[in-house]
T-cell receptor, first 112, second 110 residues
């Protein structure tokens, strides 16, 4: 069965650079969630989209922005990167009528 | 204090043992309870999903919820080395955004 796809899987950036993370949900899923997971930490919810509209907002810094496109894929844009942004970034998708979140493999971002 | 507390472990058990993983929480609005398994460098995978109090069994896994004590458990019977992973509890109320525990690292040694 098709799963959530995230790209890139690994990304290395320097401080103050920008990064773009991509998420391709499971086919027919219309809701996407973004999470940040630091080492040994629980996933922290950042933001979610339903039918291309922002549906919920969590602890997403103002330096970050995200959107969902007409094909339901989503991109997380991160600017002015800081060392503390180094983490695993997960995307999860659902059908809006259910709440079983299916997670992607994550993007490991390292900021040097 | 975090809304969801989970002992990070590691919890090391021999193959075949019964494993008990637990979380406590403080938000009485939580009604939906989930357990995720996360292998190293992979995304969390949903194992169990329960609503309100009670037990739910799926193969070797049993999830228990005690809302009166704000305590949930995941039991793994006949544990296998392939069960070695981090187990995250998660829970939510009316919002679809779950609150996660920090995860317990489980090591099942042959």
């Amino acid at each position: 069965a098709a799963g959530v796809i995230q790209s890139p899987r690994h990304l290395i950036k320097e401080k103050r650079e920008t990064a773009t993370l991509k998420c391709y949900p499971i086919p027919r899923h219309d809701t996407v969630y973004w999470y940040q997971q630091g080492p040994g930490q629980d996933p922290q919810f950042l933001i979610s989209f339903y039918e291309k509209m922002q549906s919920d907002k969590g602890s997403i810094p103002d330096r970050f922005s995200a959107q969902q496109f007409s094909d339901y894929h989503s991109e997380l844009n991160m600017s002015s990167l800081e060392l503390g942004d180094s983490a695993l970034y997960f995307c999860a998708s659902t059908l809006a009528v259910t709440d079983t979140q299916y997670f992607g493999p994550g993007t490991r971002l390292t900021v040097l | 204090q975090k809304e969801v507390e989970q002992d990070p472990g590691p919890l090391s058990v021999p193959e075949g043992a019964i494993v008990s993983l637990n979380c406590t929480y403080s938000n009485s609005a939580f009604q939906y309870f989930m357990w995720y398994r996360q292998y190293s460098r992979k995304g969390p995978e949903l194992l169990m999903y329960t609503y309100s109090s009670g037990n739910k069994e799926d193969g070797r896994f049993t999830a228990q919820v005690d809302k009166s004590s704000k305590y949930i458990s995941l039991f793994i019977r006949d544990s296998q080395p392939s069960d070695s992973a981090t187990y995250l509890c998660a829970m939510r109320g009316g919002s679809y955004i779950p609150t996660f525990g920090r995860g317990t690292s489980l090591i099942v040694h042959p």
